[in-house]
C-alpha cells in the first residue's frame, strides 16, 4: 500500500483511492490505517462495505478519518 500511495505522489488532482472491490474491506486489520495515511496524503476515499463489521466504534473512526464516501451493499434479504 506504501508503494501505490508514493507512486501516486505529485499527481493533481489527487485520485479517489477505492476499498473494495472483492471481500470485505474492513475485514483487513490494517484497513483503517490505510485509509488514515490515504487521508494525509490529500486522497479523497470511498469504502464499500456489507455493513457487517460497522461498529460503532469503526463508524466512529470513519467519521474522525473523514471519509469521502461510505457505500453499503445490500445483497439479499
Request: hydrophobic share 40%; charged share 20%; net charge negative.
Amino acid at each position: 500500500f506504501k508503494r501505490v500511495l508514493s507512486g501516486l505522489e505529485g499527481l493533481q488532482p489527487k485520485p479517489e483511492l477505492f476499498f473494495g472491490g472483492y471481500g470485505e474491506p474492513l475485514s483487513h486489520p490494517g484497513c483503517l490505517e490505510m485509509i488514515e495515511q490515504a487521508k494525509a496524503a490529500g486522497h479523497p476515499v470511498a469504502l464499500i462495505s456489507n455493513g457487517i463489521l460497522l461498529s460503532e466504534q469503526v463508524t466512529r473512526r470513519l467519521i474522525e478519518l473523514e471519509l469521502d464516501k461510505l457505500w453499503v451493499s445490500l445483497d439479499g434479504a
